[in-house]
C-alpha cells in the first residue's frame, strides 16, 4: 500500500496542553475524536511515546484539547508541534491562559478548549490512546476548525518524523545544489529544483512558520 493514500482519512489539529514538573507544556496533535455526547463527554487522543506530553499526561493524567482554528498563525503550530518541550519553554512566545490545574489554554485564534481527565489508557505500540472525561471546557466557539487538509494544502504544513501521518517527503534536496535546507523552526524543508536557497532573496520566509532567511540551516 502506498502510505500516501492515508491523506485522504479526515483529521482535525489541536493543541494537548499539559503539565510536568510544575511547568506547562503543549504539542500540535491530530488524532483526537469524541466518542461520547453523554455526560460527561468523552474523547480519545493518541500519542507516540517518546514525547514530552506522553510522559506529562502518564505523570499527571489531566490535558486541555485546544481546537486551531484556519486563522491560527503556522508560526504557533511550527512552534508548538515540531519542537520538544523537554529542553525548550515551547509556550514562550504563545498566547495562553493557565488553568488552575496547572495546564495551558492556547489562545493565538482557537476556536474553543476543553479541560479533560483520563479514565483509561490502551497501548498500541509505539503510541498510547487515553480515553479521558471532559471536567470543563468553553460556553461557545469561534472561527473555523482548522483541518488537517488545510494545514497541508493551505499551509503547505508538514507532519514530524514519529507523528502518525508523516509520510517522508519526495524530496529532501535542493536539487540544483545537492544539498538541503531546513527551518530550524518548524522543520520546512526547502528544495527547488531550478531555484537554490542562496537565490533566494533575502526578505524570503518560510512558507509555513514565516521565519526569515537566516533561520534556516544546511543539512547535508
Known amino acids: ?60 493524567g489531566i490535558f486541555t484539547i485546544s481546537v486551531l482554528s484556519t486563522d491560527t498563525p503556522a508560526s504557533v503550530i511550527g512552534a508548538l508541534g515540531l519542537v520538544s518541550g523537554k529542553n525548550a519553554d515551547k509556550l514562550k512566545n504563545i498566547r495562553h491562559k493557565v488553568l488552575i490545574e496547572g495546564v495551558p489554554v492556547v489562545k493565538e485564534n482557537t476556536c474553543c478548549w476543553f479541560l479533560c481527565k483520563v479514565i483509561s489508557g490502551m497501548d498500541v505500540g509505539q503510541e498510547m490512546v487515553f480515553a479521558a472525561e471532559i471536567i470543563a471546557g468553553s460556553d461557545s466557539a469561534i472561527g ?33 545544489s545537492g544539498e538541503s535546507f531546513v527551518c530550524s523552526v518548524c522543520g520546512y524543508v526547502y528544495s527547488d529544483p531550478n531555484f537554490s536557497f542562496e537565490e533566494l532573496p533575502d526578505n524570503w520566509v518560510c512558507p509555513v512558520c514565516k521565519m526569515p532567511k537566516k533561520a534556516f540551516v544546511r543539512r547535508n
Open 144 to 176: 473555523t476548525p482548522m483541518t488537517y487538509d488545510f494545514y497541508r494544502s493551505e499551509m503547505h504544513g508538514l507532519s514530524p518524523v514519529g507523528s502518525p501521518t508523516y509520510v517522508p517527503p519526495e524530496s529532501t534536496f535542493d536539487k540544483s
Open 1 to 60: 500500500m502506498n502510505p500516501a493514500v492515508l491523506k485522504n482519512l479526515s483529521y482535525g489539529m489541536y493543541v494537548i496542553g499539559t503539565k510536568y514538573n510544575g511547568r506547562p507544556n503543549a504539542c500540535v496533535a491530530n488524532s483526537v475524536i469524541q466518542i461520547s455526547s453523554s455526560d460527561p463527554e468523552k474523547v480519545l487522543i493518541a500519542l507516540t511515546k517518546d514525547t514530552h506530553s506522553y510522559t506529562a499526561i502518564r505523570e499527571n
